[in-house]
């Protein structure tokens, strides 16, 4: 088993304030085989590239702020107490369009790791 704490993941300062900020989780030490995962923090007016997987399944959980997730073009608001269940071959993006708040999320998927299932979509 393994505790993430959601307050703590409230507090990440972003090393690169003006740009989003997505630290894998690491969990492979903790005896997890298929399951990986990451934080996420969109500054204002940032975005996460359209993009899908090929065989990894995620599941977005908004923590802080308010998004705009687009699912294969349809716009849907997400927020704190939202969960966003994200199928293997779905073109999705998430989009901070606020000009002052940052929007914190936590992201669970299957394995593969994340740099190699990563399709930019058009």
């Known amino acids: ?7 703590d993941l409230c507090k990440i300062v972003n090393p690169t304030p003006d740009q ?5 989780i690491k969990l492979d030490g903790d005896g997890f085989k298929n399951l990986g995962g990451m934080f996420g923090l969109l500054v204002p007016k ?10 990894r399944e995620s599941i977005l959980i908004p923590l802080s ?11 849907t608001v997400v ?9 293997a071959g779905e073109k999705h993006t998430t989009v901070n369009r606020s ?3 940052e929007f914190r999320f936590v992201e669970f998927f299957t394995c593969p790791p994340l740099s190699s299932d990563f399709v930019k979509a058009d």
């Open 1 to 7: 088993m393994k505790i993430i704490n959601v307050e």
């Open 20 to 24: 989003p900020h997505r630290p894998e």
């Open 46 to 55: 940032s975005q996460v590239p359209y993009h899908f997987h090929n065989n």
């Open 65 to 75: 702020g308010e998004a705009v997730e687009i699912v294969e073009g349809k716009e």
């Open 79 to 87: 927020r704190p107490g939202d969960i966003l269940l994200i199928p």
């Open 99 to 101: 000009a002052d708040r």
